[in-house]
């Protein structure tokens, strides 16, 4: 009985969200005069990553999460197969349709394009690109195209763009290509976000000090403007004539505090309510800023009543990104004094809740996670002011909240690592919960975050039980040294031949481990794919079980009912109903190669000429030339006197990125691959230049 409750409850929220979703999606949105068509769009960007939902168990938690459109756009990317159309011929104006992409086995990431943002230009350190996909059930190119938005960074002028879009994304499409490129007139240092239907956006542009705007932008399609050679955007002038202005235009209004003194802002980025066509930001000296209307009427600033809010007026502090909760009316904000803030902004608007201080280094950088199903917040702190880790120095930490948390509370933390000697640690960024746990109705799976922060940066699995985490599992080292680390990106795709395939991707500004990074900056992924019970696996199929280790299909079958007890044993085999593993082992950034007349010890793992990882059984000195490698998971291997044992493929990958990545966003599910986009933080060569890249790099190349 109840696993019929539990079905039917899935269904009331899909009948509710569906309705609701129907009204946001058709027609609810003005669409600039001459902007594409809108369809069934699904944006991504910062936002999506800071409010997520596990699934709802109860009537309740159906019709909140039902009334939220992230909710379904986290589903689509989730579920929603998009379909990558055959190309048949180009059209007039030299558009290709969308062909598939043919993956390949490689031992590194290879990017599919990258192009040149400008001298030094980057999107950020912990910000984002954003993508925009215009239907759920095909990857498009031109025309009608998806595209993807990048910040340069940059100060605009005539010779540079400050922002850019690109078209024709896909592998496959007729080469990718600038969709519009603009001077906005500022530097844009944080993160974009969408309209519901992808024709405005709005961000944060910088000019001066102290001359920081809240802008918004109508596009349009130009196929002539380049990064170098940006067009020039008409001002609306007035929120009145924005609403109604011929694209390209854009409208900006001044960031000026509560206490009428114009302020700045350096690490906030906008968050948008598609449901209230309200966007919230924060400021340098510790304000909230209201605006309402956004991209459906004439924009404006809300300067009445409590607004705009400074959360600490008696130690006021450059304020994060704020995440909001629609659907309870709470927004969650951290400062550089390390505090985390909820402000109501319906029942009682204005009223603000300030927990004790979580972070003792740079203070809380990144925006708070919500998960609005379980109604808990998690923040990320560098450094926690104890001498509780390594060495007698601080620890690296993840703590969590419930979103009706008192003032002084001091959260749940768990420790990810040592946030090392120095008294300014680099950031912890956000980390990210697996498939497992966005598809849970009991909020239940695994969080990763790159934690050690203030040392070498570690990969960190955290379990998730009904909402409760669990002891930290340490994953492999990303890089040797103290350096930056990005934020996580978990991508999962259900569509890749031989079964689905799920990845955790994260960055090093330096000292990256990865095998192709030469101790540079660096991009990684690792297979994290969890198990599930009653699953048929195909051969070779890898996943990741509690232990942090790679375990690989053998015998492919049918999972049992519950997880079996896994064999921790290099190259030793677990069964499970009919499947047989194989333990490759502990996830790992790099690996050995083969070397003639070499000695061996047992437990050495090398990667073979196949790409498949091969693990000393025997010690012993190798031949004079390579073996014979199988291909087969769990075939033995003479070499002279040494014995290997193939123990499946390689589950990690890496490509060097100069300066390291901003923070990547990815495609919803595509048949055949997804992608990842950033941005590099270092000047590198890009396909049309010199410079810091765009980058698009497909996952399928695994």
């Not at 940066?457 to 990303?478: D, E, N, Q, R, S």
């Not at 680390?485 to 991707?505: F, K, Q, R």
């Amino acid at each position: 009985m109840k696993g019929n409750s539990t079905r039917a409850l899935r269904v009331v929220a899909g009948l509710v969200g569906l309705v609701t979703l129907g009204w946001i999606l058709t027609g609810h949105a003005a669409r600039p005069a001459g902007s594409r068509p809108a369809e069934m769009g699904v944006p991504t960007d910062w936002s999506h990553r800071h409010v997520i939902f596990s699934q709802p168990l109860n009537a309740e938690q159906a019709v909140r999460v039902a009334a939220d459109p992230r909710y379904w756009q986290q589903w689509y990317r989730d579920n929603m197969v998009r379909e990558a159309p055959q190309r048949t011929s180009a059209p007039s104006g030299g558009f290709a349709l969308f062909q598939p992409s043919v993956g390949i086995n490689a031992a590194s990431l290879q990017n599919d394009w990258s192009k040149d943002l400008g001298t030094s230009g980057t999107v950020g350190a912990g910000n984002f690109p954003a993508k925009y996909a215009f239907s759920t059930t095909k990857a498009k190119c031109a025309p009608n195209p998806d595209f993807v938005v990048f910040p340069t960074g940059l100060l605009g002028s005539s010779t540079q763009a400050s922002i850019v879009a690109f078209y024709n994304i896909y592998t496959g499409c007729a080469g990718v290509k600038v969709d519009w490129a603009y001077d906005t007139g500022g530097q844009i240092i944080t993160s974009p976000v969408f309209s519901q239907d992808g024709t405005q956006l709005a961000f944060i542009q910088t000019v001066g000090v102290d001359d920081t705007f809240f802008t918004l932008l109508k596009w349009k399609f130009s196929g002539t403007q380049t990064v170098a050679h940006p067009g020039i955007l008409t001002s609306a002038g007035t929120a009145a004539a924005y609403a109604s202005c011929t694209t390209p235009c854009m409208f900006t209004i001044r960031l000026k505090g509560g206490d009428g003194f114009f302020s700045d802002d350096s690490n906030s980025s906008v968050f948008y309510d598609y449901t209230g066509d309200t966007a919230w930001v924060g400021d340098s000296h510790g304000w909230i800023h209201k605006y309402h209307p956004v991209f459906l009427g004439a924009p404006a600033e809300v300067r009445s009543g409590p607004w705009p809010v400074q959360v600490n007026p008696g130690n006021p502090a450059a304020l994060a990104s704020p995440s909001h909760d629609v659907s309870r009316g709470n927004l969650f904000v951290g400062d550089a004094g390390g505090f985390l803030y909820k402000v109501n902004t319906s029942t009682s608007p204005g009223q603000v809740i300030q927990s004790a201080q979580v972070d003792f280094g740079t203070g809380v950088d990144g925006g708070p996670i919500i998960d609005v199903t379980s109604q808990f917040v998690y923040v990320f702190a560098s450094s926690d002011g104890t001498k509780a880790c390594a060495g007698a120095t601080p620890c690296a930490a993840v703590y969590q909240f419930p979103e009706n948390f008192i003032s002084g509370a001091t959260g749940t933390k768990v420790v990810v690592g040592s946030a090392g000697p120095s008294l300014t640690p680099p950031p912890l960024f956000d980390g990210q919960f697996d498939s497992a746990y966005r598809n849970s109705v009991t909020a239940s799976g695994s969080f990763y975050v790159c934690g050690n922060s203030g040392v070498a940066p570690t990969l960190y699995k955290i379990p998730v039980t009904a909402g409760v985490f669990g002891t930290p599992v340490t994953g492999p080292a990303v890089a040797s040294a103290s350096t930056g680390c990005s934020p996580i990106t978990d991508v999962l795709n259900p569509n890749i031949a031989g079964g689905a395939t799920e990845w955790v991707y994260v960055s090093t500004q330096n000292k990256g481990a990865g095998n192709s990074c030469a101790s540079a900056g660096c991009l990684m992924n690792f297979k994290n794919r969890p198990w599930t019970a009653g699953t048929a696996f195909g051969a070779k199929v890898e996943i990741l079980d509690p232990h942090f280790q790679v375990q690989v299909v053998k015998t492919a079958g049918t999972s049992g009912a519950v997880a079996p007890a896994w064999n921790t044993t290099l190259g030793g085999t677990t069964n499970d109903g009919t499947v047989v593993w194989v333990n490759q082992g502990p996830h790992s950034a790099s690996h050995a190669s083969w070397a003639a007349s070499t000695h061996f010890n047992v437990g050495t793992e090398i990667i073979d000429t196949n790409k498949n990882i091969q693990l000393v059984t025997t010690a012993g000195t190798t031949g004079a030339a390579h073996p014979n490698w199988p291909q087969g998971v769990g075939a033995p291997v003479p070499d002279n006197t040494v014995r290997w044992l193939n123990v499946g493929p390689l589950a990690t990958v890496s490509v060097s990125e100069s300066g390291g990545t901003s923070g990547m966003i990815m495609d919803s599910t595509v048949i055949g691959s997804d992608n990842v986009y950033f941005s590099t933080q270092g000047t590198q060569a890009c396909s049309d230049g010199t410079g810091g890249c765009a980058v698009q790099v497909p996952q399928d190349v695994l």
